[in-house]
């Protein structure tokens, strides 16, 4: 019973700090997602325009792990099961989730319009804890960084050594 609790204040504790946490769906890659603890769980928004990709395969009633970061460090602080609850637009529950969420989204293209538009074209799921807190792992989970046409890796300009080393002349 007291470790229960101890576990369950852990998760709580560190999913509040923390600005992002990752999480993973069966069967696909962790995203890392911005939310805000409300309620007892991790509210997040997306999987529309201009928003944050959620993970595929998300959906009301389905299982997620959640992996927290530490906030000053960034490293992994705790792993929690969670189930996913997708509250409908409207409800008193998403209305809730809305409030919180609105208050923390940064750069939001149309302001105050966004809560409509996360109504009709996002995604509000809350992710409730489900049990207690997995064990810490032993070796590295560090997985490949996901498949993007982007790339900023282009040669070094031949000049640039020597300008980076060049020594001033004192007079």
């Known amino acids: 019973m007291t470790s229960e609790l101890l576990g369950r204040a852990l998760v709580e504790e560190a999913t509040k700090k923390s600005g992002l946490i990752w999480v993973k769906a069966p069967g696909a890659a962790a995203r890392t997602l911005w939310h805000v603890w409300h309620e007892g769980a991790a ?18 009633g389905d299982t997620a792990e959640v992996t927290v ?33 609105k208050g923390k989204r940064l ?32 070796g590295s989970l560090a997985e490949a960084p996901l498949p993007t046409p982007v790339t900023t890796r282009h040669p070094l300009p031949a000049g640039l050594p020597r300008l980076l080393l060049k020594r001033r002349r004192r007079p």
């Open 107 to 138: 750069n939001a293209p149309d302001g105050e319009a966004m809560t409509g538009r996360w109504a009709r074209e996002c995604r509000v799921l809350r992710l409730e804890p489900a049990g207690p807190p997995a064990p810490l792992p032993d």
């Open 43 to 60: 509210c997040v928004v997306g999987g529309g325009p201009g928003e944050q990709p959620l993970p595929p395969g998300l959906a009301d």
């Open 69 to 101: 970061r530490s906030k000053d460090k960034g490293g992994r602080l705790v792993t929690w099961p969670a189930r996913v609850v997708e509250p409908a637009p409207g409800t008193e529950r998403w209305e809730a989730a809305v409030g919180e969420l």
